[in-house]
């Protein structure tokens, strides 16, 4: 009988050893990263339905704002600058100053026609005086006349008196009649003139008054004031240069007015209201400073659509691009001074979409105006005054009010 075969030991090579251990590790590595991407995932789920989901991003956003143009009213030849690109001027400082010659003399010769004709209309109310005196006179003479013929009638009967010299007071009745007509029309022509109205409110004075205002704006445009408080840009225009009437000469740049506008994918515009919060940073500035704005309107098109050349979709090579839409974000001013921005810098702004009170962006709409400047309001006000000075100066010296001869006070203005 055979004896049983012994059990011989197995032996495992090193190799193999070497590629169990490998997966084993690879095993465990993968199950790791799968559970951190898990992790992620999650992580992200949660933060994408508590924070993600109530903001939209982009990057495609720059700082914008207003490009004041300075340009003349009037022509004329530069005499002066005083100021140049890159320099903050403030509202109403003298920029460009132009020879002011002609304009000098027109001044002066309407200034002497005001002073001439409110003269003239004073002679005007004062002849109705004299004119309703000659008018009595006349009515007198009408009356001797007519009680001289009524004298001689009575004695041609007793031939005390000619049948000649009766003709002759008959004609003397008429003569007087007919001056006293023609001294009435005087009167009533004279008074066409003056009736209801004053030395200072007659269409004559008025008429000269308008061409002593409209020769001292025209002096007062020949210095031309900053409209805003910002900084010169662009200056085209040179001492002694010839200029007309329109001319762009200069532009000023208000910094601490900028807004920006951000241009938003369609996809992200449904939930966007005006007057939403809003963070952004500036490449000029980096992550370290954050500026903080509000929604304030959307653009009426697209960016393409307004483009100098507009994409024209109905060709046959049509592709579906998604188009972005321009969105105006006001910005803090007191971030703006501490920070200032220039026009064109990129934006990275983010809204918060989760407040959803506010109008929707398309219905923006202003009851003020935007902008508006009142330095130019005092050429107006210094011409009223010297139009009233000059009148004033016309008028009976020493009284404040001058009679007009037709019941009327004139009051000296």
């Known amino acids: 009988m055979n004896a049983p075969a012994q059990n011989k030991p197995v032996t495992v090579s090193p190799q193999a050893e070497y590629t169990t251990e490998k997966n084993g590790k690879r095993r465990i590595l993968l199950i790791i990263v799968t559970l951190l991407i898990l992790i992620a995932l999650g992580a992200y789920t949660v933060w994408w339905y508590t924070v993600g989901r109530n903001f939209e991003h982009t990057e495609d956003a720059y700082a914008a704002g207003n490009v004041v143009q300075v340009t003349p009213q009037v022509a004329g030849t530069v005499v002066a600058i005083h100021a140049d690109d890159t320099e903050l001027v403030q509202m109403g400082k003298p920029l460009v100053e132009l020879d002011k010659t002609d304009a000098k003399v027109a001044v002066d010769q309407a200034e002497a026609q005001l002073a001439q004709t409110v003269r003239e209309v004073?002679?005007?109310?004062?002849?109705?005086?004299?004119?309703?005196?000659?008018?009595?006179?006349?009515?007198?003479?009408?009356?001797?006349?007519?009680?001289?013929?009524?004298?001689?009638?009575?004695?041609?009967?007793?031939?005390?008196?000619?049948?000649?010299?009766?003709?002759?007071?008959?004609?003397?009745?008429?003569?007087?009649?007919?001056?006293?007509?023609?001294?009435?029309?005087?009167?009533?022509?004279?008074?066409?003139?003056?009736?209801?109205?004053?030395?200072?409110?007659?269409?004559?004075?008025?008429?000269?008054?308008?061409?002593?205002?409209?020769?001292?704006?025209?002096?007062?445009?020949?210095?031309?004031?900053?409209?805003?408080?910002?900084?010169?840009?662009?200056?085209?225009?040179?001492?002694?240069?010839?200029?007309?009437?329109?001319?762009?000469?200069?532009?000023?740049?208000?910094?601490?007015?900028?807004?920006?506008d951000a241009n938003f994918k369609e996809v992200q515009l449904a939930h966007m209201r005006i007057g939403q919060d809003v963070e952004l940073h500036s490449d000029l500035y980096g992550s370290d400073v954050t500026y903080h704005g509000k929604v304030l309107g959307m653009s009426a098109g697209t960016g393409s659509a307004f483009a100098l050349l507009?994409?024209?979709?109905?060709?046959?090579?049509?592709?579906?691009?998604?188009?972005?839409?321009?969105?105006?974000?006001?910005?803090?001013?007191?971030?703006?001074?501490?920070?200032?921005?220039?026009?064109?810098?990129?934006?990275?702004?983010?809204?918060?979409?989760?407040?959803?009170?506010?109008?929707?962006?398309?219905?923006?709409?202003?009851?003020?105006?935007?902008?508006?400047?009142?330095?130019f309001e005092q050429n107006g006000k210094d011409a009223d005054q010297r139009i009233a000075s000059i009148i004033a100066a016309n008028l009976p010296a020493g009284k404040a009010a001058a009679n007009d001869h037709h019941g009327n006070t004139t009051k000296a203005q």
């Open 122 to 260: 004073r002679v005007l109310f004062a002849n109705n005086g004299s004119l309703q005196a000659n008018v009595s006179l006349r009515n007198t003479e009408v009356e001797r006349a007519k009680a001289d013929l009524a004298r001689r009638s009575q004695l041609l009967s007793t031939g005390a008196v000619s049948s000649e010299e009766l003709e002759h007071a008959r004609n003397a009745v008429k003569s007087a009649e007919a001056a006293l007509q023609a001294a009435n029309e005087q009167l009533t022509s004279n008074k066409t003139l003056t009736e209801n109205t004053t030395v200072t409110q007659h269409p004559n004075v008025l008429r000269a008054a308008a061409r002593v205002r409209e020769t001292l704006l025209a002096l007062s445009r020949t210095t031309l004031p900053a409209p805003t408080t910002g900084y010169v840009a662009k200056r085209a225009v040179q001492v002694g240069q010839r200029i007309a009437a329109g001319s762009p000469l200069l532009s000023i740049v208000p910094l601490n007015t900028l807004w920006v």
């Open 310 to 375: 507009p994409a024209q979709n109905a060709s046959g090579n049509w592709i579906k691009v998604v188009q972005r839409v321009p969105v105006r974000i006001t910005l803090d001013p007191k971030e703006l001074e501490a920070h200032p921005l220039r026009i064109g810098v990129s934006m990275q702004v983010q809204v918060n979409i989760s407040q959803q009170q506010g109008a929707p962006v398309t219905a923006a709409a202003r009851a003020a105006p935007a902008y508006q400047t009142a330095v």
